[in-house]
């Protein structure tokens, strides 16, 4: 007989398995980014802020720590194009598969507009010459470089009066050899909510660099790691969330000997053979707030959001479906939240909240003002609840 998985259970589930509900916070970084696959990464605080949200006594040093120094997590472009933070140990994974479907589109594409915009009559045979100069820059340069260091490397594109279209393409020859699994975004050489990483070569900021799995092995092993996280989900969760087709998501789900559930709603979907939800119902979680950030990695993690997100998709993501940042009361996002000009964070519900659920909120609000001690967080994906003037806001504001 399938089981049937109610909305309130995945509720519970996300509780325990992402660390929000702060009795089931983790103990350190790693196992934080392990219980949630990878963190979303394409704005870097966005990884900061996550991790403070599951981790208990949290510093920005134990962060920087685990990403530059322990090297732990890395930073790698993946799923749908997207940069995320990945334990290191499933980094062959996507190299085999996410990383490389991307990959093969994005060469095409340069190689293209190479051609298109005058810089080479053959783009593929410039591409791996573009390449080729890059890395022999870095042979000799085992710390790194940064984008502004590597522009003499190609000067075909980075000439003073060199068009805006031709200069971006040495930022893609680099990221070409990121997902290629050559190079890696090292040491960060600014503040932590920016990006300005030295490109290093794989091999001097890992040592010992395993292969590329095998594309079926690397997809079967992200869906297995996503199940764990995520799961129940539907195939359309899956397909979404890994950027993948249909047919690589149900070889995959085969391959793991992924469990057929049911949804509240009764569409069929999948969790891992050994979840535990199998064995019967779930105990309750507590009633818990969290504030996560802008492209937090459970706000992204399904397609379908409905049983945590409710009716207030359009206020919280943009047109091109990027998240900006939750509040969260007992397992449903009931809101934003943002900083004043003088980093307080406060909430802005989009419905109505009791007394215990505002007492919560602005206690996380206080925790994450205290945290950030006046480090104001930009975001260039601002939700519609995000840009409201204080005034505007329907409810009560929640400060900390």
């Given at each position: ?50 991790l403070h949200a599951r981790v208990g006594d949290l510093s920005l040093a134990d962060v920087d720590r685990e ?334």
């Open positions: 007989m399938v089981r049937t998985v109610t909305d309130a259970e995945r509720r519970i589930l996300l509780a325990r398995r992402h660390g929000v509900a702060p009795q089931h916070r983790y103990g350190d970084v790693v196992t934080a980014v392990r219980a949630m696959t990878v963190l979303h990464a394409t704005e870097p605080a966005t990884v900061h802020l996550s990403l530059y120094d322990t090297r732990a997590v890395v930073k790698q472009l993946a799923m749908r194009r997207t940069l995320f933070v990945f334990p290191r140990d499933l980094l062959p994974a996507a190299w085999g598969s996410a990383s490389a479907r991307v990959l093969a589109a994005e060469r095409n594409r340069v190689a293209k507009d190479a051609v298109a915009l005058g810089v080479a009559p053959d783009g593929h045979a410039w591409l791996d010459d573009a390449r080729g100069r890059v890395l022999d820059a870095l042979a000799t340069a085992p710390d790194g470089l940064t984008a502004q260091e590597l522009r003499p490397v190609l000067p075909e594109l980075t000439a003073e009066g060199a068009p805006a279209e031709v200069r971006q393409l040495a930022g893609r020859v680099v990221t070409n050899l990121g997902l290629s699994a050559l190079l890696v975004r090292g040491a960060n050489t600014q503040h932590w909510r920016l990006s300005r990483p030295r490109w290093t070569a794989i091999a001097d900021w890992l040592g010992d660099v395993p292969p590329p799995l095998e594309p079926a092995a690397g997809w079967a092993r992200l869906v297995a790691a996503w199940l764990c996280t995520f799961g129940p989900g539907t195939e359309d969760d899956v397909v979404w969330w890994l950027g993948a087709t249909k047919g690589v998501v149900r070889r995959a789900l085969a391959d793991v000997g992924a469990v057929e559930v049911a949804l509240e709603d009764g569409r069929p979907a999948w969790v891992a053979a050994d979840d535990p939800l199998l064995e019967g119902s779930l105990p309750p979680v507590e009633p818990w707030a969290a504030l996560l950030p802008v492209l937090d990695p459970t706000v992204m993690g399904w397609k379908e959001r409905g049983f945590y997100l409710g009716p207030h998709r359009d206020a919280l993501f943009d047109r091109n479906g990027n998240a900006g940042t939750t509040a969260w009361w007992d397992g449903r996002v009931v809101g934003c939240w943002v900083q004043d000009p003088d980093g307080v964070v406060e909430v802005r519900p989009l419905e109505p909240l009791g007394p215990d659920a505002a007492a919560a909120l602005r206690a996380e609000a206080a925790r994450l003002t205290s945290w950030l001690a006046g480090t104001r967080v930009g975001t260039v994906y601002p939700s519609t609840a995000m840009r409201q003037e204080t005034a505007e806001v329907p409810y009560p504001v929640l400060r900390a």
